[in-house]
């Protein structure tokens, strides 16, 4: 019997139990923030630049409830002020403001000290704010440009070390920065592919737009670009057709840039280039100062270290590196521009200038130091060399504390303290307000009576002249300064002294402050006549005393009979044969005229004379010209003279002291009285080189050397005044 086939059972099968899918928010929520940790991550650069905006200008907000304390008023403050509160009066595009900063810095400067008002305070407190924002942005756009492809960290490191601690914020720095950075960008794009045209033409803009901006500012720009084509030209002589795109890319430019400038010139009027081209050529001569002992330091050490980086970065350059800091042009335009924007540092050779003129060399190291990786190579390799060599070159290149604290740092500082402040804007003991400045008794009285007097005897829309510096006495009575040129210091050529005395007689201030109660940070400024003798004469020969509120302090009232009865005549006086050409390589001391008789009423002594320097001065500066006049008592009186190169010039010294020439402003002659004064006997010159970096002049001749008297022509002559051998007439232009 067959058995039963068996029936298979059948498999068994194992199904596995599905999860829980995770909500749908929660996966989108992870996505969200993954993708913003990426963005943030790839753009920190961008974070690091908005974060410091930030405590800018969190910090200046938090810390508006501090008083400011401070002694005086000095010049560098002064003329911000004249250029915040001119563009208050006359606007920020007036066609009748001369000064070195153009409209656009200007407007910066003057929009944000409006943020709670205008006040000496506001400008204090807040007017640095859109200035760093600007200056904050123009470095975040450097530092694209030329670390363009690297993590964005060291973008980030970068732009804190130039923000945060190599650099006082300064928006002309940072402009000329980044149309260096632009150019060699533009230039290296255009040789390795055709230049667009449309990209030519906004270069040209930025050019001519630096020039709103300030008027060296404009010179280095174009400077730089200038630089940039010629080295483009160098790195690319191999290749016919990259000299081809180059050569018609700054074509385009050039065309470009002269219609802007038409543009300018037709907005602003043409007078704006005669006098951004006078400021240009006259600043070498006109505001050069020596070098310190620790600044030449600190110029050298900074020199030689970034000397030794570009070196590295040439060495290590690499043509077909994607990123432009390892690129030959860079490599080669970066030193040649920071060689060239060190004139900023031996020219006016102080601490500040040495520190702004070294700004590009840093800033040029660091980039190649951050730029300084090779491909596949390991990142440790990569990254522990560049910032061993960044911090280096952070510590031995950095300007502070003999600078200034570092600007963010200070708003840091003001924020936290203004925490455990009680009491707002309330002046410290021995200190009163004064405009939202909390100043000493002694310069609270003295500003706060001269600005009431100001404001009392004037008209809001009534303009006011100040003289030689002090502009503050005008601002604190808001009244506008009259003159267009900002600062007198500045009003020195034909050129610019011609617009100031043509602004004067337009504006026609009635009232003048003639303030000698402060010098001038490395000029001899109370002995004004040397220094401005045209203004001075123009202001000797339109205004009479109306008040001495302070002692050397004096409110002048315009008089318009004044010039109409002054007079000026001249008598010439003997001088040494050998003074009338002197080898200034050789000589340094020559006497211009010995053992002469002075005439008992004669006020003044003027040397005609030319001075000759090499071609060379031009990348150097000026020597000093000394004049020393012996005295009949023995004493001698040394003038420091301002004296244009290569250009007949005439020099007037007060035998006195500048401290003598407030009493030409009494309506009475005879309190001009000289002859009870020791008369001067004997005339020396000294040319006395302010530092190694001084060019020593060719020759120096003197041409006529005369006593000059000042009459009203309406008064009796002073006793003497017949003794004048011959006389010659000079008026003030009216």
């Known amino acids: 019997m067959s058995e039963r086939p068996q029936r298979e059972s059948p498999p068994i099968r194992l ?8 909500p749908a928010r929660d996966s989108a929520a992870r996505s969200i923030w993954k993708k913003a940790g990426s963005y943030v991550w790839f753009n920190l650069d961008a974070g690091a630049t908005a974060v ?21 008023i000095d010049v560098d403050a002064a003329y911000f002020l004249d250029v915040i509160f001119n563009a208050q009066h006359s606007g920020w595009l007036s066609r009748d403001v001369t000064f070195t900063y153009g409209p656009l810095y200007e407007g910066l400067w003057a929009w944000s000290s409006h943020i709670h008002g205008l006040s000496v305070g506001s400008f204090f407190r807040f007017g640095s704010v859109l200035p760093f924002c600007f200056t904050a942005l123009a470095i975040f756009a450097v530092a694209r440009l030329l670390l363009r492809g690297y993590p964005s960290w060291k973008r980030a490191l970068y732009i804190v070390a130039l923000l945060y601690s190599w650099s006082y914020f300064e928006v002309r720095h940072a402009t000329v920065l980044l149309l260096f950075a632009l150019s060699v960008y533009e230039l290296d ?4 592919n055709a230049g667009q045209t449309w990209r030519a033409a906004v270069i040209a803009l930025l050019l001519a737009t630096t020039f709103l901006c300030a008027a060296d500012a404009g010179m280095y720009s174009v400077t730089a670009f200038a630089l940039t084509v010629v080295s483009s030209l160098i790195v690319f002589r191999s290749d016919r057709a990259a000299e081809l795109n180059i050569l018609r890319f700054t074509v385009i430019v050039l065309a470009s840039l002269a219609a802007w400038v038409v543009i300018i010139g037709a907005v602003f009027g043409r007078q704006f280039w005669v006098d951004t081209l006078a400021i240009i050529s006259t600043y070498r001569w006109s505001l050069a100062k020596a070098i310190a002992p620790k600044s030449q330091a600190f110029l050298f050490k900074v020199t030689i270290v970034t000397a030794v980086i570009f070196v590295i970065g040439w060495i290590r350059r690499d043509p077909e590196s994607p990123r432009l800091a390892r690129r030959p042009l860079f490599l080669l335009c970066a030193p040649l521009f920071s060689l060239v924007y060190l004139q900023s540092s031996i020219v006016r050779a102080d601490w500040a200038h040495v520190v702004f003129g070294l700004f590009p060399a840093m800033a040029f190291s660091a980039a190649i130091l951050l730029g300084s990786d090779r491909p596949r190579a390991p990142w440790l390799l990569n990254t522990f060399p560049a910032l061993l060599g960044f911090a280096l070159l952070a510590h031995y290149t950095t300007p502070y504390p003999r600078f200034v604290i570092p600007f963010v740092r200070a708003k840091i500082a003001a924020a936290i303290q203004a925490r455990s402040f009680r009491g707002k804007n309330i002046c410290p003991p021995s200190t009163s307000n004064l405009d939202g400045i909390c100043f000493p008794a002694s310069e609270f009285e003295k500003l706060d009576s001269v600005s009431r007097y100001l404001a009392e005897h004037t008209t809001p829309s009534d303009s006011v002249f100040s003289f030689p510096l002090e502009n503050i006495y005008a601002i604190a009575a808001r009244r506008s300064v009259g003159g267009g040129v900002l600062q007198n210091y500045l009003a020195v050529g034909d050129t610019l002294v011609q617009r100031k005395l043509q602004l004067l007689e337009k504006d026609k201030p009635l009232l003048a402050v003639y303030s000698l109660d402060r010098p001038f ?20 020969s339109h205004y009479r005393i109306a008040s001495e509120i302070q002692p050397d302090v004096l409110v002048l009232q315009r008089d318009p009979t004044r ?3 002054w007079k000026m005549e001249t008598t010439e006086l003997p001088t040494e044969p050998s003074a009338r050409s002197v080898n200034g390589q050789k000589e340094s001391n020559f006497v211009v005229s010995d053992q002469f008789v002075w005439l008992g009423d004669a006020d003044f002594i003027g040397i005609k004379l030319l001075v000759r320097y090499p071609l060379l001065w031009r990348l150097r500066k000026p020597c000093r010209i000394l004049v020393d006049l012996d005295l009949a008592n023995g004493t001698t009186a040394s003038t420091i003279a301002v004296v244009p190169p290569n250009h007949e010039t005439e020099i007037w010294i007060s035998p006195w002291g500048g401290d003598h020439l407030k009493k030409y402003f009494s309506p009475d002659m005879l309190n001009w009285q000289t002859h009870d004064l020791s008369p001067p006997v004997r005339v020396r010159t000294e040319i006395a080189p302010m530092d190694w970096i001084s060019e020593k002049p060719l020759s120096v001749n003197i041409q006529k050397l005369e006593a000059v008297r000042l009459s009203l022509g309406s008064e009796p002559l002073r006793s003497g005044a017949g003794s004048a051998k011959s006389a010659t007439l000079w008026r003030p232009t009216d």
């Open 189 to 192: 794009r255009t040789g390795r």
């Open 52 to 72: 410091l905006i930030f405590i800018v200008v969190f910090g200046s907000f938090a810390a508006s409830a501090l008083p400011i304390v401070l002694p005086y």
């Open 15 to 22: 199904y596995a139990i599905p999860k829980a899918a995770p």
């Open 563 to 565: 010039s109409s009865r």
């Open 521 to 540: 940070i490395g000029l001899d400024a109370r002995n004004t006549i040397t220094r401005d003798p045209e203004i001075w004469f123009y202001l000797q």
